[in-house]
């Protein structure tokens, strides 16, 4: 038997790194391309506890560089289901580095990622819905519906004019 319904708190994940040599670049920064790999491994875990499926990355949304993350810090990546679609889920990731000696910490990434739940066969399957509990849970949820009409248009999926929970941040009520 199936859970319909969950709490974000159950796909939580915490995944950390060690940025190592072969991690960097020239600079000895990470390379965006091993943190975005990072990234996609905790929001697929996430995904994964949240429906107890296989899933697959359908979309990552746009994912800014605001801080270098240097050889020698340690990444903490939080990842967690904001929202449960009919088969996918977005998922919110929160990116930070750690300087341990100078016990230094900040926040240099965040960005959404889209997964289906696919079965053995690869079909897609539909996954439990959530619940949000908190204001924070609550905000991400409501905002998802808008992220997810932005990413269908702009995958050609979706015309603009059915985008009705876009189009409502622009037109007035009044």
Known sequence: MSISIKSPKGSFTIMNELVLP?????????????LLHWMDIAAAIS??????NIVVTASVDNVSFKHAIKLGDVITIEAVVTRAFSTSMEVRLDVWAENIPSGTRIKSNEAFYTFVAIDAEGKTVT???????????????????RRRQLRLILAGKMKADDATELKALFTSSN
């Open 47 to 52: 995904a994964q506890k949240h429906c107890n």
């Open 127 to 145: 996954v439990p819905e959530i619940e949000p509990e908190n204001e924070v849970e609550k905000k991400l949820f409501d905002g998802a519906l």
């Open 22 to 34: 072969n991690d960097t670049n020239t600079l000895n920064n990470l390379m965006g391309g091993r």
